[in-house]
């Protein structure tokens, strides 16, 4: 990786979703799931794509839904952010690795999505409460939701 290839000093941590495999792959080399599926859209795979096949990866973090959902309102109504979970489950991976490593280390992650893309859905009352995850969201953040 180039930045790795820059500074060996430069982890590298994967943020995985429910219902993905690659949690486990890099943490036990199986390829085992970790929940049933996940509201992120476009991750959470089933098998080791060709990208990551041989990346010099260094740890992994298993992100929940409820987490992920949390941390993309948070975003939107703490900092301004109209993201998608994808980005969710990341900032939120990137708290986890920060309270683990603790002060004095830099955490970088991707804001990889919009909000809009996932508005029908990720945004949406009826939805959330199906999946189970509306009480992830804070009561004052809860307005920017649609029914």
Not at 46 to 70: C, P, Q
Request: overall charge negative; hydrophobic content about 35%; glycine content about 10%.
């Amino acid at each position: 990786m180039y930045l790795k290839d820059r500074n060996p000093q430069i982890k590298a941590i994967l943020a995985d979703p429910e219902g993905s495999v690659l949690y486990n792959w890099i943490k036990h080399g199986k390829l085992e799931r970790e929940g049933t599926g996940s509201i992120t859209e476009g991750i959470g795979q089933g098998r080791v794509t060709d990208n990551l096949k041989g990346a010099d990866i260094d740890d992994a973090v298993h992100v929940t839904d409820r987490n992920a959902v949390e941390m993309t309102f948070r975003l939107l109504h703490e900092e301004g952010f109209f993201v998608g979970a994808s980005s969710g489950l990341n900032v939120s991976a990137a708290v986890q690795v920060a309270q683990k490593l603790g002060p004095g280390h830099t955490i970088v992650t991707c804001l990889c999505d919009t909000g809009q893309r996932y508005y029908a859905k990720l945004f949406s009352r009826s939805v959330l409460e199906s999946k189970g995850l509306l009480d992830s969201i804070p009561e004052h953040f809860r307005s920017s939701l649609h029914d």
